[in-house]
Every structure is written in structure tokens, then in C-alpha cells.
């Protein structure tokens, strides 16, 4: 570093104007981009600042948990978008990590065939492009056949509108209240087995408190369910083709089921290598110990391979996780309404364009910090004394 | 002999017979599994046989009729609509040119998977001869070729040149950042963190639409330049964020003792690095860097969404014209078979170099 600067001065003073000329050329560089916004800005007779949440949007967005009008301003617009985002991230993530599952045992296991099919699956799923298997998706989708000549496939209708279900007729609202208990009884439940706090509880106790925790979830949705369900209409509606229009049931939209096989079907491939590469890692000596003990074949998966191998695999499953997140930006190539789609069609409506990227990456970096808070919190609860077992990279 | 054949053959027949049982069948449990897995395998291999070759359409004039009533694939889209797929809009007399430019590029691409090419000054050689020549092809105006301008190209060469050029521009911007990063300075070292962490965190599809939307509104006029470039500028970065990562992962990997023999040995700042830290570093995150390389060749496919008509792009446009609606599973097919054959390549080759340091490793 010496040599570099031919400047006076003692190599502390050189490394000081070093930084110092460094960093205020970083901050010229965003004070100019800043003034050459706030001009063009102005040229359009746009004002910068936060009022546009307030007012009313004006425009539909396709699909949204939370119920939406058009008179909705664009806060709410924009949380929903949030929702859809989480939504499908959860169903992508549980899917993309039960699938994953599957196909890392498959590969990992002694039987040829079903290492052949995994081997296959994994190839194949992770050598395209994530899009190209979006797109591919959602044209299969939508070239199914039209409502008129919709499959029937007991009791469920499907067509290139959407998959429509037979289902409770229950708004959309509690719908999702009823969804965020389940949830916040699941999330109670991973809290109470991982948390410190609980450690010392025998684990009969600490299991079953967990298990009553998703139990209440559960209750409180069906009550939910309940109590603001129409009592005219039937217990199960089942969905009725008259002419175009279907009627009765829930509609899953193209857009929706195209985006969650995507995630899913691609995370899978990922997740299995990583469930192959955990499972790689727990030591032989381990396994055969537990044989040596008489335990069974199941009892060495469950008790012994399984545990060790999770802890192997956490770290790489939270990136995993954020990488999946961030995958559903993809739903703006096919317009499923998740929170870059909202935040695109807002800036599009809107023109307050560096306010809505500010408040896309605020709720980008919110939900990588959560996720990746979450996972550290978990590999902590479950790190073992005395073992720092990392599969090989 | 004679005598020794028939002893010879009957364990030999056993020792198959139980090899298969053990293999296949050890456990009922097992059986079964074999049973469901080799249903789902065969059942595979037959759809795709009976769809793609037994009932498909071959002939090349056959119209949307003849697919329908034969059932199986309909070949004869891929034959009318491949210079679309593959071209995008790129003017139909100079495709001659863009072809030629892909071939450039799987030129630079093998000649630097060979391992005498690698060296600094051979690899950046290369790539900047070959980036010139695809750029001189494709955008034209000199030797006589007709002028191209950035918005008529489309398909492979399209997703070649963004690929490509992520690349040459972002492993520079890596190597800076992974270096500022490790400075020893806090008012270097800390921007440059924040920065890589930050781009970390977002999704590419954001960033290449900040590129696309948002750059505009605050670059002086003459930096504006092509939405094109913008948006290559985007993927670099995202490129270079991740890559700078694996270089420094690299570069921790390097023991101590390297860097503290070439200080005693007298060598300046520039020497070390040149000389001594950075080939262990890429040396050490070679697999790492290849694996980065496959997926930003992936991630190409992303600036259909910023509205460029790459491989994917045109693929999209050659069913959705015409006569071939129904044809997505074919088109599809055709630029996935594409899109495979690179990636898997890479990949593969990504492999083989692990094994081939693995047992440079064990040797030493």
C-alpha cells in the first residue's frame, strides 16, 4: 500500500486521506444522483415524499389474500402485496423442503431405482432456468381446456381458469385470520421446542406443549370458521360449471399454482442435494454405534442419522429459505400479484419511483433478517455441545 | 478347465441373482419402493418415447391438422419458427452474423475450460477478443457490415452476449470488491460490505428493474446510454456481489504463511497479490466460481421481464403467433434441450475440476 501513493506524510496520514478521499467521492456520488433525481422529479411535477401511500390506488391487482377495492389506498395495496409474498413463500418453502426431503432419502438411499429417479429429478429440475419452468408451468395451465369443457376430478373442477375446489363458503378475511392462527400456533409450537427457556423441561412435557399449542391454532381457526360462516349455505360447497361461470367452491388461480410448482418443484432439486450432503456428513462411526446398541433401522434413521444430519443441513437451508423468497419475484413474469408486482404497478400508476424501491428493499431486507434470525436462533437452540459437525463443502 | 467351468458358472449365477435381490428387494419395505420407483420410471420413459417419437409429426410441411390427429409432438413448429427462436428479431438476411457470433462465444467459452489457458493475461485475452469480435459482428458498422442496433437483437445471442458480458464486467468488480472488502482501512472496508450485503439481499429481478426504471432518473444524461447496458450493468453487479464472496472465501482459505513468506521475501503489495494471493485464491474457489458462472447463465433468462426478447423471449413470441398456439410443450422443449445442454456441460465440467484438485490435493 506504501508504494501506491507517492504522497508525504507517515503511512498512518497516507491511509487516513486514502479513506477520506474514498469516501467523499462515494458521497458525492449519491449526493449528485440525489439533486439529478430531485430535478428530473420536478421537470414531471412530481413531489418526493411518503404522502401517496394515503391516497386511493385506482387499479386492481389479481390476487390478493387480504380483500382489496380500488378505493384502497396504497399502503394497503402494498401490505397485501407483502402477504401474497409471505404467502407463497410459505407454501413454496414447506413444499420446496418436504419434496426436497423426498429426493435427498431417494439419492441417498441403496435402492437403485429410486436412486435413478432422484438422480434424474435433480438433474433436471436444477439445469434450466427457474423462469423457463415458470413460463412452461403457466402455459400448460392455462392451455388446459375453458370452463365450458372443465375436468372433473372428484368433485374438484379444473380448466384454464383455475383449479376450483370444493370447499366451506367463508370470506376472504377470515380466511386468512383463520390461516395466520394455524400459523401462529405452528410458530408457537417450533418456539416452544427450540427455546432455551424450555430446555430443562423433561421433553415429554415440552413436546406436548408444543403439540397442544398447534391443537389451539387449529381451534381457533375452526372457530373462526365458524362463528362468520353464512348459516344459509351449505357446510361444503362443491363448484358448478353454468356456462363460462363457476360458481361455488375455491378458485385456485393459474398464476398462483404455476408460480408454487415452480418454487416448489425447483427448490426440491436444491433441497435434496443439501439433505444428500447433511446425510453425507453424519459420521459412520455414529450409525454403526447405533446398531452396535441393537437399535433398529428406523430407530438409527430417526434417532440418530436424522438429528445429526439436520444440524448439518440448518445452515444451508436458511440460505436456501432467502434464496426461495426471493424467488417469487418471478410472479410479475406470469402476474401473480406478490409484493414486487404491487410494488411495480404502483411506481407505474404512481411515478414515485425511488420511494417504492426504497420501500422494496426495506421489505426485502426484512424478510432475509427475519428468515435469517430465525435460523441462527434455531441452529443455536439445537447446536450440540462438543460437535461442530458441517457437512464438506 | 472343463472341469472347473460348470463350479465356476452356478456361484457365479447365485452370486447375480442375490446381488439383484440384495440391490433391490432386501427387505419387503424395499421391494416395494423399487416396485413404486420403477412404475414411475418406466411410466416416464414411456409417456416420452410414445409423445415425442411413436406419434409425433416429423414431416416438416405439416400443418397444425396433421399434429393434432397424429396425438403426440408436433415437430414441424421447431422447423418453421427455429430461426425466430433462435434469432429473436434480429434482421433476417444478417442472421448469418449472429450465428457466427455465437460460435465465437462457445469458442471463448471452450478455449478458457482448457487448463493451459489459465492465467490472468491469457483469460483476459481471450475474453476481450472474443466480447470485440461478438460485439463487431452483432452491432455491425464497420468492414461493411449493416449497422444492428442493440433493440433488433434477440434470442441465443442475445442471452450469450448478457451472459457474457456479466461476466467480463462483473469478475473485475468482484476482484475490487473482495479486495476492498478485506482491507485492513474501515472507510474502505465497511462501504464496500454494506454494499455487497445489501445486493445480496435482494432479488435480482429488483435490481435489474431498478436498472431498467430507475437509473434514468438519476444519471446525468450522457450515462444514460442503452437500456441494454443498464441492465447488463445490473446483472454485473449482482454477479459481482456473490462472486466477490466466494473470492474472499478463497482467499481465507490461503494459509497464513504464503502471505507472510512473500512480505519477508520482500515482495511489494501489487507482487503479492499478483503473484502469490490471487491464483490461490481462485485456485481454491474454482468450483465455487463455476457454479457461479452456471447460475448467471441461468439467471439470463431474467431480462424477459425488463422486456428483452432473449431465447426465452423469442421462444414465448414463436408459439404465441399463428398457427402454432397449441405447440408450448415443443417450443419449450427445443430451447430447454438449450439451455440444458450448456448448463449441464458446465456443471459437469465444474466436477470433473473438483476431482481433478481433489487429487492434486491428495498427492502433495
Known amino acids: 500500500m506504501a508504494r501506491l501513493l507517492s504522497f508525504p506524510g507517515t503511512r498512518r496520514q497516507r491511509e487516513l486521506a486514502l479513506q477520506a478521499v474514498f469516501l467523499s467521492a462515494l458521497a458525492a456520488l449519491v449526493l449528485g444522483a440525489a439533486l439529478t433525481a430531485r430535478e428530473r422529479l420536478a421537470a414531471q411535477g412530481l413531489t418526493s415524499g411518503f404522502g401517496f401511500l394515503r391516497k386511493a390506488t385506482g387499479w386492481e391487482i389479481n390476487f390478493a389474500l387480504l380483500p382489496t377495492t380500488t378505493a384502497d389506498p396504497y399502503w394497503w395495496y402494498l ?118 427457556r424450555f430446555r430443562r423441561a423433561a421433553p415429554l412435557r415440552r413436546q406436548s406443549l408444543a403439540a397442544l399449542s398447534l391443537a389451539a391454532g387449529f381451534a381457533v381457526a375452526a372457530g373462526l370458521a365458524l362463528a362468520f360462516r353464512d348459516p344459509a349455505t351449505p357446510w361444503i360447497t362443491h363448484p358448478r360449471a353454468e356456462g363460462l361461470r363457476i360458481t361455488g367452491g375455491w378458485r385456485i388461480q393459474p398464476e398462483f399454482y404455476a408460480l408454487a410448482l415452480t418454487i416448489i418443484t425447483y427448490g426440491a432439486a436444491y433441497v435434496g442435494e443439501i439433505v444428500r450432503g ?33 444440524r448439518a443441513m440448518l445452515p444451508m437451508l436458511a440460505n436456501q429459505s432467502v434464496w426461495l423468497m426471493k424467488a417469487t419475484t418471478l410472479g410479475i413474469a406470469v402476474g401473480f400479484s406478490d409484493f414486487f408486482m404491487v410494488v411495480a404497478g404502483s411506481i407505474n400508476h404512481s411515478g414515485q419511483t425511488l420511494e417504492l424501491i426504497g420501500i422494496l428493499m426495506a421489505g426485502f431486507l426484512a424478510i432475509n433478517l427475519t428468515l435469517a434470525a430465525l435460523m441462527n436462533r434455531l441452529d443455536r437452540a439445537l447446536s450440540l455441545e462438543g460437535s461442530s459437525m458441517r457437512p464438506r463443502r | 478347465m472343463t472341469q472347473t467351468t460348470p463350479t465356476r458358472a452356478v456361484p ?55 399434429c393434432r390427429a397424429a396425438g403426440g409432438a408436433c415437430w414441424p413448429v421447431i422447423a418453421a419458427r427455429w430461426r425466430v427462436i433462435l ?43 472474443g466480447t470485440a469480435l461478438f460485439y463487431l459482428l452483432m452491432r455491425g458498422g464497420l468492414f461493411g457490415l449493416t449497422p444492428v442496433n442493440e433493440q433488433q437483437w ?27 472488502r478485506r482491507s485492513s482501512l474501515p472507510g474502505i472496508a465497511i462501504p464496500a460490505g454494506l454494499l455487497i450485503d445489501a445486493i445480496r439481499s435482494l432479488p435480482l429481478l429488483s435490481i435489474l428493474f431498478t436498472c431498467a426504471i430507475v437509473l434514468p432518473l438519476v444519471l446525468p444524461d450522457f450515462l ?30 490461503i494459509p497464513r504463511g504464503q ?37 448467471a447463465f441461468m439467471e439470463t433468462a431474467l431480462i424477459v421481464v425488463v422486456g428483452f426478447m432473449d431465447l426465452l423471449a423469442s421462444a414465448n413470441t414463436a408459439f404465441r403467433t399463428g398457427e402454432w398456439t397449441f405447440a408450448h410443450v415443443e417450443v419449450y422443449a427445443f430451447i430447454a434441450a438449450i439451455y440444458f445442454a450448456f448448463v449441464f456441460g458446465l456443471s459437469r465440467y465444474g466436477a470433473f475440476l473438483e476431482a481433478r484438485m481433489d487429487a492434486g490435493q491428495q498427492r502433495s
Open chain 2, 87 to 129: 434469432f429473436g428479431l434480429y434482421p433476417y438476411d444478417e442472421q448469418w452474423r449472429a450465428a457466427l457470433a455465437c460460435l465465437v462465444v462457445a469458442a471463448v467459452i471452450l478455449l478458457s475450460c482448457l487448463p493451459r489457458m489459465w492465467g490472468l493475461g491469457r483469460l483476459a485475452a481471450i475474453w476481450a477478443t
Open chain 2, 154 to 180: 434477440g434470442g441465443l445471442p442475445l442471452t450469450l452476449f448478457v451472459f457474457v458480458a456479466t461476466a467480463v464486467i462483473g469478475m473485475p468488480m468482484a476482484i475490487v470488491l473482495a479486495l476492498m
Open chain 1, 278 to 310: 447433511g446425510l453425507k456428513a453424519v459420521p459412520r462411526g455414529q450409525i454403526e454405534a447405533a446398531a452396535a446398541l441393537g437399535l433398529t433401522a428406523w430407530q438409527r434413521f430417526s434417532r440418530v442419522t436424522m438429528p445429526l444430519a439436520f
Open chain 2, 224 to 253: 444514460i446510454g442503452e437500456k441494454l447496458y443498464r441492465v447488463v450493468f445490473g446483472a454485473a453487479l449482482f454477479f459481482a456481489a456473490y462472486q466477490a464472496e466466494i473470492i474472499r472465501g478463497g482467499f481465507q482459505a
Open chain 1, 79 to 196: 401490505l397485501s402485496g407483502l402477504v401474497n409474498t409471505l404467502f407463497m413463500g410459505a407454501v413454496g418453502l414447506s413444499g420446496a423442503f418436504a419434496l426436497g426431503l423426498l429426493v435427498g432419502l431417494m439419492r441417498s438411499g441403496r435402492n437403485p431405482a429410486a436412486r435413478l429417479l432422484g438422480t434424474l429429478y435433480v438433474e433436471l429440475f436444477r439445469n434450466l432456468p427457474i423462469i423457463l419452468q415458470l413460463f412452461f408451468w403457466y402455459a400448460v395451465a392455462t392451455a388446459l381446456p375453458n370452463p365450458r369443457q372443465s375436468i372433473e376430478i372428484g368433485g374438484a373442477l379444473v380448466n384454464a381458469r383455475g383449479i376450483y375446489l370444493p370447499g366451506p363458503e367463508i370470506g376472504r378475511g377470515i380466511a386468512a385470520l383463520s390461516a395466520l392462527a394455524i400459523l401462529a400456533g405452528a410458530g408457537l409450537a417450533v418456539g416452544i421446542l427450540a427455546a432455551r
Open chain 2, 259 to 295: 502471505e507472510e513468506a512473500a512480505k519477508a521475501l520482500g515482495l511489494g503489495w501489487r507482487q503479492r497479490l499478483v503473484r502469490i494471493l490471487l491464483p490461490q485464491a481462485f485456485r481454491l474457489a474454482l468450483p465455487a466460481t463455476i457454479n457461479q458462472f452456471v447460475i
Open chain 2, 12 to 66: 457365479r449365477r447365485r452370486g447375480l441373482w442375490r446381488r439383484l435381490r440384495h440391490d433391490y428387494a432386501a427387505t419387503p419395505a424395499a421391494a416395494l419402493v423399487t416396485l413404486v420407483c420403477g412404475t414411475i420410471l418406466v411410466a416416464i420413459a414411456w409417456t416420452l418415447i410414445d409423445w415425442a417419437i411413436l406419434r409425433a409429426t416429423f414431416d416438416p410441411a405439416a400443418g397444425r391438422e396433421a
